[in-house]
Structure formats: structure tokens, C-alpha cells
């Protein structure tokens, strides 16, 4: 069973303008954005390319480089040991939140099979893929949530790249901003499991954001993923 990390959590614009506060130098142009969309409720065509500044307290930060025509990354992926900002406890948030048009297709980031495809209230329509064991052994899941709608049903088995659903703000957690929360949860030896960086395994490296190419020919180990949102022209 995939365990849940999350422990109490705060509406996706509530945490968003955690992240706002906490961002450093990067993203000026998605703060801008953000502050306009979440505070004014004026909410442009967001910028694309663009990948907010994970929280100053995460013990791990990676380089994230975003393809251009990729749409744009407004949380990062949060551990749940990260818990303080300014004195205040805040909520882990293990995936990452990526910010598009309301139908956008959201893809499979990796071949495997449909493990689950249901509606839960606080996460809205959701999919949960089972890639098979990594290179190390270890099984592997990608989750995605908060959709408009589901595409493929449990027990479907989907290629990389395939579309599963469509991105959309299901849920009470989404706090009514369009958004795809994306998770990678693998195995532990030890049993149980633990929700990873999804930045650590793009096809192209870690950090390196690597948009789905139809025809791209990529080695089924070691376990490496796409975007799970289409990038424009894709």
C-alpha cells in the first residue's frame, strides 16, 4: 500500500504564497505572476519555461532547468523534515505542482500500468500508475492529481507519453487553482515507501525537466520520466 506523507495540508493558494515568501532570487517573473493570479484573481495566460525557487529551508535543492516551451512549475517538492518557515509550521508537499490551462492533456511519465483511477474529495480525480521495480529493485509509482477528468481506467496499460486525464483543480485541496500534483513513490527495502523528488529522475538528468518527444526512443532502465503535462508542440 502507498503510504501518504502528507500530514495536515493548507489549500494549494495558501501554500503558494508560503512558497512566494520563501522564494530567493529566482522565478521573478512567476512571482510576479503568481501574486497577480492568487491575490488579485487576475489570472493571465501563466508563463511558460518557468520554475519557482524551492523553499530556503529544504535541506535538499536541486537546479531545476526548465525547457521553454514547458508549462511552469509553481511548488517544489518539500520533505516532510521541512516543516518550519519563520517559526510557523508549514506541510511537507512531496511532488511537484505544475501550472496549466484547465483540459491540458496530462501524460503517463513513464510506461507501466493504471494501479488505481478514482475521485477522493480533498485530491479530486486521481491516477496512480505502477511502473514495475526499478534498476534497483524497488516498485515505483507516479501519481497525479487534482484532474479534470480521468482518461484511462485500473488495470489499462499505458505507454510513456500517453494521455491519462486532463489537468484541472478537483478537490478541496486545490483551492480552486489549476494545477497537476505530481508525485514519484518508491519502495523501501525495509518495506513501506517514501515519496521522492520527481526532479531526480527526468530522462535527460536531475533537474533537467525533459518534455515527451513522440518517437524519442528511451531505455526502459534505468527508470527515467517525462513531463506529465504536455509542452507546447508536443
Known amino acids: 500500500m502507498i503510504s501518504r506523507i502528507f500530514g495536515k495540508k493548507k489549500d494549494g493558494a495558501a501554500q503558494v ?21 492568487l491575490g488579485l484573481s487576475a489570472c493571465a495566460e501563466a508563463p511558460y519555461g518557468e520554475s519557482i525557487s524551492y523553499n530556503a529551508r529544504n535541506p535538499n535543492p536541486i537546479d531545476v532547468v526548465m525547457p521553454t516551451d514547458a508549462p ?15 517559526g510557523a509550521t508549514t506541510d511537507a508537499h512531496v511532488g511537484l505542482d505544475v501550472h496549466a490551462p484547465r483540459g491540458t492533456p496530462v501524460l503517463a511519465a513513464a510506461p507501466g500500468r493504471v494501479r488505481r ?24 509509482v507516479t501519481r497525479y492529481l487534482h484532474l479534470s477528468n480521468r482518461d484511462v481506467v485500473a488495470g489499462d496499460r499505458v505507454a510513456r507519453g500517453r ?5 484541472g483543480a478537483s478537490g478541496v485541496l486545490s483551492g480552486g487553482f489549476l494545477h497537476l500534483h505530481f508525485e514519484v513513490i518508491r519502495a523501501r527495502p525495509e518495506g513501506g515507501s517514501e515519496a ?11 533537474g533537467r525537466v525533459t518534455c515527451f518527444e513522440p ?3 528511451i531505455p526502459l532502465s534505468p527508470f527515467r520520466t517525462t ?8
Open 17 to 37: 504564497f508560503l512558497e512566494l515568501a520563501a522564494d530567493g532570487s529566482r522565478g521573478v517573473k512567476m512571482r510576479r505572476w503568481m501574486v497577480l493570479c
Open 117 to 140: 483511477a478514482f475521485f477522493d474529495p480533498a485530491y479530486g480525480h486521481t491516477l496512480e500508475l505502477d511502473h514495475g521495480a526499478d534498476e534497483s529493485g524497488l516498485r515505483v
Open 72 to 86: 511552469s512549475i509553481t511548488q517544489q517538492f518539500r520533505p516532510a523534515q521541512d516543516t518550519v518557515f519563520d
Open 196 to 206: 521522492m523528488d520527481p526532479h531526480l529522475f527526468w530522462v535527460e538528468g536531475v
Open 163 to 167: 494521455q491519462i486525464g486532463q489537468l
Open 227 to 234: 513531463y506529465p503535462v504536455v509542452c507546447r508542440g508536443g
Open 215 to 217: 518517437g524519442r526512443k
